[in-house]
């Protein structure tokens, strides 16, 4: 019996599965993918809805489903339930999303659901309030919670007067809204206009078209002068690099530490250096900062570096939550790693490891199909089809050390963030001094 770990199978190259894309009647960008290794149809519905205030936008994402001029929300949940299939809606600062699934034989029973519930949904009163109420109860649960708490006033600090400064609205806000504003809102916003839909699965790629133009034809011919074309969301504003702010909790024995720098988008030629960058640093449980704050000092069990590639913009955030005796400590070592990071050129040994890691979870985001169909929309709101996986792939493959250490020291620079800590101010204050000027805040 062996007790040597196996070397990690060649390399091999991303396979890709065909897309078809095609702009239906009313302006819904629609990207078709076959898959007939299960026989389900996932499908991703995005409809544009800036500029609204978050608390109305998420209520109308809760209740949409609750009931159409034909059926009930019970009625609604035994359809699906009937054709093995799910729906559920969201939002964000740029979007109204529907997704769901069922058995692919039973595609146009689920798009009939969807037809109704984008041209008859009705909010009736009982659901709709038992739905803001629990909206409300969840978001004062929430309010006690750091991440919550330093998120919220790190999107303020950030982005102040663009509409991704308040995504997290107040249990009051929610309350304060009517069902005659989400149904006003439904009537002007939940329309096809510039509305995207993906769809992968075990499909008829002969005939899907028809079928999407036919089901959702009504949708198309619903429209009304009530209709609002919603405005582009803007850039993100270029945030000013900061010194440390300290959010004071009184009494707290953890403390939230954010720290925040400007990233590029997808389509910079140095997106690839940038996402090695980012793995080596923080990126996954194999990268120098989980080494060095979980595995090395114990500070904390789930420090992390993500970058988000939004529509408006794309950041850098890194994440440790900490206990409050060693929060300045903690920090000093999310700066030492930032330092190396620029000084030394990564070896070929830890970049080999990471780009087999971030080759891999490309494979793995897009082995199933409602990853794929994720996947998918996600490329779309920025612009991008899935072919960009495979260039992304081919750039990943060039990336050298000298690229890793370029980009770090362009990128991660200190002098351009931003750091956000929720914690006590009283035990935190002083020892963080020595690290920068810092300023504290008593309220979010």
């Not at 159409?68 to 609604?76: A, D, E, F, N, V």
């Not at 409050?324 to 000093?332: I, N, P, W």
Request: some cysteine; charged content about 20%.
């Amino acid at each position: 019996m062996t007790t040597m770990i196996p070397q990690l199978a060649p390399e091999t190259p991303l396979v890709l599965p065909e897309a078809v894309c095609r702009v239906l009647p009313g302006g819904i960008s629609t990207t078709v993918v076959r898959r007939a290794s299960v026989p389900i149809a996932e499908m991703r519905l995005s409809i544009p809805m800036t500029h609204i205030e978050p608390a109305l936008a998420d209520l109308l994402a809760s209740t949409i489903t609750n009931g159409t001029k034909r059926s009930s929300l019970r009625g609604i949940a035994e359809r699906l339930q009937s054709i093995g299939g799910s729906l559920h809606a969201g939002s964000s600062p740029d979007q109204l999303s529907i997704s769901g699934f069922c058995l692919a034989s039973q595609l146009p029973a689920w798009l009939d659901i969807l037809g109704e519930l984008l041209t008859e949904a009705t909010f009736p009163a009982d659901p709709f309030h038992v739905e803001q109420e629990r909206i409300s109860d969840s978001i004062s649960v929430a309010e006690q919670q750091p991440d919550y708490l330093v998120n919220r006033r790190l999107n303020h600090r950030l982005w102040e007067g663009h509409p991704y400064a308040h995504q997290h609205p107040s249990a009051g806000e929610i309350k304060a809204v009517t069902r005659d504003d989400v149904e006003k809102l439904y009537r002007e916003r939940v329309h096809p206009d510039r509305a995207r839909l993906v769809v992968v699965g075990d499909i008829d790629e002969a005939t899907i078209f028809d079928l999407l133009t036919d089901k959702l034809g009504a949708w198309v011919e619903n429209v009304t002068d009530e209709v609002v074309v919603s405005d582009p969301m803007p850039p993100l504003p270029q945030f000013a690099p900061s010194g440390i702010e300290i959010v004071d909790r009184p009494g707290s024995v953890q403390s939230a530490i954010r720290v925040v720098f400007p990233a590029i988008d997808r389509r910079h030629p140095d997106n690839a250096a940038q996402h090695l960058a980012n793995l080596i640093y923080g990126g996954y449980f194999s990268s120098r900062l989980v080494l060095n704050l979980r595995e090395e000092k114990g500070y904390g069990y789930t420090p992390r570096s993500i970058i988000d590639h939004s529509p408006a913009g794309t950041y850098q955030l890194i994440h440790a939550d900490v206990a409050t005796e060693v929060t300045s400590l903690a920090l000093r070592e999310v700066h030492h790693e930032l330092r190396r990071m620029a000084e030394e050129t990564v070896g070929e040994d830890e970049l080999a490891k990471t780009r087999q890691y971030a080759l891999g979870a490309l494979k793995i985001g897009t082995s199933a199909n409602s990853s794929l169909a994720s996947f998918i929309s996600s490329l779309a709101s920025c612009g991008l089809t899935l072919d960009y996986l495979a260039s992304h792939t081919e750039r990943l493959l060039a990336v050298t050390p000298a690229d890793v250490r370029r980009v770090a020291r362009e990128r991660l620079n200190l002098d351009r963030s931003v750091t956000v800590i929720l914690g006590e101010a009283e035990s935190i204050e002083a020892p963080l001094r020595a690290l920068g000027d810092v300023t504290v805040a008593q309220s979010i």
